[in-house]
């Protein structure tokens, strides 16, 4: 084995652990019957299934986490995923498609200092490598294939808890799914909440504010002050954009908080509830 594969070796292999961990996620630390299973591409993932609480069953609520994250995020979604079932929806959490890992920069043994000499860095005349357009595509249809095949497998497990079924989607997650409706790639739902969407590629994300004004259903768009700069800057445009004079296709809130605060998680289960409830009057 040379240096090359070597170095090649140590730099993917915590990309490769990162991975291999998100599959294989137990959740040992929740009850059995919250952990049902499906298949995707072969590969058997995990889906967190918690029944509604209480009176209410008003339906079933999916929670998608920004690209990369598992079935139980730590945080906003996390809360929701407990918070939402005493309020009448039972939820159904999935893990999110891997997103773009960072380019892997190999040095040539010939290039590697001798002891004495500067050690390893990007010359200030050459700009990192990027992702070729192709490589992107790829990417995308990739993830597009894996989200599709998730969602289209939890009807069978969402078939306990028939009603209104609502999708939460977080960051880049959302902005991929906002594309997939737009395009009819994915069944729409009764209800949608994005949170903080956005997508990496600048056309892309440009493109978004239009193509979430043109979803024909019930949409709640929460933004935080804490969202990445992508989300932020189309902010104003998805509003501007959004149906006119029709307030139950289309509202937008802004957190005063950022979401690493438990009091906006409060705040946001209140917006989805009060969301949610108008949209249940209006289309019983």
């Known amino acids: 084995m040379n240096l090359r594969t070597t170095l090649l070796i140590l730099t993917l292999f915590p990309l490769m652990a990162l991975a291999q961990r998100n599959t294989m996620q137990d959740y040992d ?8 299973k499906i298949t995707v591409e072969g590969t058997e993932q995990p889906v967190l299934v918690r029944p509604w609480q ?3 069953q008003y339906g079933a609520a999916v929670l998608l986490g920004d690209l990369g994250e598992d079935a139980d995020p730590e945080g906003l979604l ?11 929806w039972a939820t159904l959490s999935i893990g999110a498609p891997q997103g773009a890992s960072q380019p892997n920069h190999i040095t040539d043994a010939g290039e590697i200092p001798k002891p004495g000499e500067a050690q390893l860095g990007q010359k200030r005349d050459q700009s990192l490598p990027k992702y070729s357009l192709e490589d992107w595509t790829a990417l995308r249809e ?45 069944p729409s739902p009764d209800l949608l909440v994005v949170i903080n969407p956005y997508l990496e590629l600048e056309a892309e994300n440009r493109d978004l504010a239009g193509k979430l004004a043109k979803l024909e259903l019930p949409v709640l768009d929460i933004q935080s002050p804490d969202g990445l700069p ?36 409060q705040e946001v289960l209140i917006l989805v509830q ?3 409830q108008r949209i249940l009057r209006a289309y019983p």
């Not at 630390?29 to 049902?36: G, N, Q």
């Not at 996390?78 to 009448?88: N, Q, S, V, Y």
């Not at 009603?163 to 902005?175: C, D, E, F, T, Y």
């Not at 006119?244 to 937008?252: A, F, S």
């Open 29 to 36: 630390y929740l009850p059995p019957t919250e952990v049902a």
């Open 54 to 56: 209480g009176r209410n």
């Open 274 to 276: 009060g969301f949610a």
């Open 230 to 265: 992508a989300s932020l800057a189309t902010q104003d445009t998805r509003k501007a954009l959004s149906p006119m004079g029709q307030p139950l296709r289309y509202e937008q809130q802004r957190l005063a908080l950022n979401l690493d605060q438990p009091t906006a998680w």
């Open 78 to 88: 996390a809360f929701l995923r407990r918070d939402l079932t005493p309020k009448g």
């Open 142 to 186: 990739k993830q597009k294939t894996a989200l599709s095949q998730t969602l289209g497998q939890l009807d069978v497990l969402g078939k306990a808890y028939p009603g209104k079924r609502m999708l939460i989607v977080n960051g880049q997650s959302a902005g991929l799914v906002i594309e997939m409706l737009t395009a009819t790639a994915l």
